[in-house]
Nanobody, 125 residues
Framework: QVQLVESGGGLVQAGGSLRLSCAASGRSFSSYTMGWFRQAPGKEREFVAAISGRSDSTSYADSVKGRFTISRDNAKNTVYQQMNSLKPEDTGVYYC??????????????????WGQGTQVTVSS
């Protein structure tokens, strides 16, 4: 069983920055690719970023490339997402998740099996 707890969300003006954290419990954290997803009001949840277990591979949605950076600290069982140059369209609930199905791509939500409760990010214009 894996438990995930996100933190670091909040209200920020456009152009500002936030750093999200996701603390994981359970064993073998470093074995899993971790992902960040987000869900805007009235929209489906969408992929944001993912990082492999040893941090040797990352992937990003086109909408956040160059602005967001995903990282992890396996000693602390924590994955981070640094978000810079935030835009109002980045508003939503951000979730971290554990990729449990290796044969799906990292951007596919169906690959993920454990989810946190989410943290709200609101970007004002």
């Amino acid at each position: 069983q894996v438990q995930l707890v996100e933190s670091g969300g909040g209200l920020v003006q456009a152009g500002g920055s936030l750093r999200l954290s996701c603390a994981a419990s359970g064993r073998s954290f470093s074995s899993y690719t971790m992902g960040w997803f987000r869900q805007a009001p009235g929209k489906e949840r969408e992929f944001v970023a993912a990082i492999s277990g040893r941090s040797d591979s990352t992937s990003y949605a086109d909408s956040v490339k160059g602005r967001f950076t995903i990282s992890r600290d396996n000693a602390k069982n924590t994955v981070y997402q640094q978000m810079n140059s935030l835009k109002p369209e980045d508003t939503g609930v951000y979730y971290c998740s554990t990729k449990v199905l290796p044969f799906y791509r990292s951007y596919e939500e169906r690959a993920y099996g454990y989810w946190g409760q989410g943290t709200q990010v609101t970007v004002s214009s």
